[in-house]
């Protein structure tokens, strides 16, 4: 029998126009009187002009340190219980949505994300990804309880930069990528990995039809249909895949590939969907696909995602560097090893990098 568990939602998720305003009475519903909010300087000033007035809950902030680091979720947590708050609200991206949901596993209080980015599923998702302070990557912690309330502003979202989006595109169209491979060859489904299977393939579809009318909506600042629904799918379909799949619907080859380049320098400041999206390319060579990498190609290159080193930022490809990030991705923790093709050697994941490198 497959064993798993579901964490499948938050206990309550909005998204529309005006949301915050609903933000007081959500948190005292709850109980919560005293709370922390933990945000970003650009995160914070995106939700500022939406930011309600409080009445009756008292708040503090708190600007993060820009990584979720061990450092980092210590520093807040103990701020946390020295000053007793009983709930503490992220606002910002997945860094700082993760660094909130790791404080309240830690400190037991409840927690509330406001993203301020379309760009990944940290919101829906009772998981932290653990980076240390240069920004390279340790691992994921799985938590027991999911969020307690998800609130979103759209306008928030469509007016954030194109490039996050883009790159929130491409870590939720990996979704299906790293799901499939697990999945396809499980014969007896359970429902809960019916579903988990079913979301992954709706994170592809919706995102190949959609992506194009949803970007002109971020470059024009203007919220439309395609926008969110593509926000819906990177933030709520892609927590479901994992949420009602547990390992089987959450990493494998894609998001090896991006820790690998967490290790090179010059990826630092590429964003983590851009890298994951890269990393499909990588797994589809692994499992031989290559007519798939034929399908992406027009699509990678019409809304801008890398699909070379070159265009992660590696000015120059050379075999020692490939092989230094060929090692890192396949260590034996990474999850590029539930890919059911026998051993995934860092020798393996070079030549794919290289053959992925001539096709381009």
């Known amino acids: ?54 009445t009756k809950v008292e708040y503090a902030e708190h600007t993060y340190s820009g990584e979720c680091s061990i ?15 009983d709930g503490v609200i992220g606002v910002g991206g997945g860094k700082v949505l993760d660094l909130v949901k790791a404080v309240c596993d830690t400190t037991r209080v409840q927690a509330i994300l406001i993203p301020t980015l379309a760009s990944n599923c940290s919101p829906w998702t009772p998981i932290s990804v653990l980076y240390d302070q240069s920004g390279s990557f340790i691992r ?6 999911c969020t307690s309330l998800v609130l979103i502003e759209p306008n928030i979202l469509v007016a954030a930069p194109v490039d ?54 971020v470059q024009l600042g203007i919220l439309n249909d395609a926008f969110i629904k593509v926000a819906e799918t990177i933030i709520m379909l ?30 630092h400041h590429t964003l983590h969907g851009d890298k994951v999206a890269y990393g499909i390319l990588v797994q589809l060579v692994l499992e031989e696909k290559l007519a798939e990498i034929e399908e992406l190609l027009p699509f ?35 999850s590029i090893h539930v890919i059911p093709i026998g051993p995934i050697t860092a020798k393996r994941v070079e030549e794919a990098i290289f053959e992925l490198e001539k096709k381009i």
């Open 164 to 217: 996050l989006f883009i790159a929130g595109i491409g870590d939720t169209l990996a979704k299906w990528y790293e799901a499939n491979v697990q999945m396809a060859g499980i014969e007896n489904k359970p429902v809960p990995l019916q579903i988990s299977h079913y979301t992954a393939r709706q994170c592809k579809d919706l995102i190949l039809e959609h992506s194009e009318e949803a970007i002109k909506a």
């Open 71 to 85: 450092e980092e979720i210590a520093l807040v947590s103990e701020l946390v219980k020295t000053e007793a708050y």
């Open 1 to 54: 029998m497959v064993t798993f568990s579901v964490h499948g939602a938050p206990s309550e998720y909005i998204l529309q126009e005006g949301a915050l305003n609903l933000l007081e009475s959500k948190l005292l519903e709850r109980g919560l009187e005293k709370v922390l909010v933990v945000h970003g300087k650009k995160s914070w000033d995106a939700a500022k002009p939406y930011w309600p007035l409080f």
């Open 140 to 145: 994921y912690d799985v938590y027991p309880v």
């Open 300 to 334: 990678y290159r019409g809304i801008g995602l890398p699909v070379s080193l070159t265009e992660l930022g590696i000015k120059e490809v050379s075999k020692e560097l490939v092989t230094k990030m060929a090692k890192k991705a396949t260590i034996n923790a990474e």
């Open 238 to 267: 892609g927590g479901m895949v994992g949420g009602f799949g547990d390992h089987y619907g959450r990493i494998a080859g894609a998001h090896s590939i991006h820790n690998g380049l967490t290790i090179i320098e010059e990826t």
